[in-house]
């Protein structure tokens, strides 16, 4: 998925969210964001919107006194998802189609982007979260469930810190399948890592590897020999998040794409409207005022 000009406004902001996390000073703040903004016009827009991300939060980092400007927003969210995961996972058991509603409640975890969203707090979380049980999921559901049920290996690609405690609840309701949790390789925007995952204890229900990559997304020729090679050796790939759907939307094979629609270009490319639950393997694009 090529870059539109609408998403440069949510670079931008993204840059000056993660400056006024990590900056010491408004003075700093200022020089570096106007040192931001005269290399952003550099970037070539054919590249994927996580290409691009990839670029600008490298450089952000590379002026930044911290590796991880986002840790501190990582850890709340992860503390946050933790107190809640009880409560929903007895839900989940309770419910006449419990994969069907982990799924939900997986997807309603997506809100957690603070690449798509400067903040997000504790109430709208558990706002989403009580509202997920009545929220329909648009894509081929019933595809999913075949998919999942005849596959004996699955690779479940991650987004989010946070969101990563409801994906752990939908690895619990997947079939007897070998299934392997891939994270980013190293920080970026509040993405998760192997951190993130011990926290969640994921590696109780899946093996635990990273993609070498330090995209919000998954871009196959950054990741390491080992991730390609588990990527292409899986029955099932379920690739949650917008980034993965902006980096992997046009490769082949058995990919099953889990996310929110967050915003016009991704409700254009993904054919869903805005805030749509999203379970999906193939996407029919729509024409709408957003380039």
């Known amino acids: 998925m090529k870059t539109s000009l609408d998403c440069i406004p949510c670079f931008i902001r993204q840059a000056t969210d993660t400056l006024k996390m990590a900056a010491k000073s408004e003075n700093d703040r200022m020089r570096l964001i106007n040192n931001f903004l005269q290399w952003i016009g550099e970037v070539d827009l054919d590249q994927s919107p996580p290409a691009i991300a990839q670029i600008i939060h490298r450089r952000l980092r590379g002026i930044l006194p911290t590796d991880d400007p986002y840790r501190a927003a990582k850890n709340m969210h992860n503390a946050l998802a933790a107190s809640l995961t009880p409560s929903i996972r007895r839900r989940i058991e309770a419910s006449p189609d419990p994969l069907t509603m982990a799924v939900r409640y997986a997807i309603t975890g997506n809100i957690i982007d603070l690449g798509a969203k400067n903040s997000i707090g504790f109430g709208e979380i558990y706002a989403e979260l009580q509202s997920a ?56 925007i509040n993405d998760a890592t192997r951190s993130d995952a011990q926290a969640a204890d994921i590696g109780a229900v899946a093996e635990i590897i990273d993609n070498g990559s330090d995209a919000p997304g998954t871009i196959l020729d950054d990741c390491s020999s ?66």
């Open 133 to 188: 049980p009545q929220q329909p999921i648009f894509g081929d559901m019933e595809a999913f469930k075949k998919a999942i049920k005849q596959a004996k290996t699955i690779l479940y690609l991650t987004d989010n810190a946070g969101e990563i405690f409801f994906d752990r609840l939908l690895i619990e309701r997947l079939s007897d399948a070998k299934i392997t949790l891939a994270v980013r390789g190293n920080p970026v």
């Open 226 to 291: 080992e991730f390609r090679r588990r990527f292409g050796e899986a029955d099932v790939v379920i690739a949650k998040g917008q980034g993965n759907f902006e980096s992997l939307t046009e490769k082949s094979g058995n990919i099953f794409f889990l996310f929110r629609t967050k915003c016009p270009v991704i409700s254009s490319n993904s054919g869903f409207d805005l805030g749509t639950y999203v379970a999906a393997n193939h996407f029919t694009r729509k024409d709408i005022s957003c380039n």
